[in-house]
């Protein structure tokens, strides 16, 4: 996601480019945000994509499963199997697909 404005893309363009169904979203993220710019090196700077993103999983989303888990839902070492992070899975619902 951290290269979508390199290429000249919007989240949206490329979630309907790449006709994207399902988006699974976890905890981490946020903590990577938060923390920015500790863990840019796992995800690029994420200041490009998180309010996007955010904006786009309001208005375009449904929520249709949260689960926890503390390995699946971190990649940070120090972090897994330490929290019990929580996964979101989103359907994409209302997104103009482009012929």
Known sequence: LA???????????YIQQNQVEYIIYTEELDVIYNNRPVWNIMYGNP???????QDFLQQHCEPVSEFSSPGYGTRIAMHRFVNDWQVMVYRVVQVERQQ
Not at 7 to 13: I, R
């Open 47 to 53: 200041t490009v994509f998180y309010i996007q993103l």
């Open 3 to 13: 290269e979508l404005d390199d290429a000249g893309m919007t989240l949206e363009q």
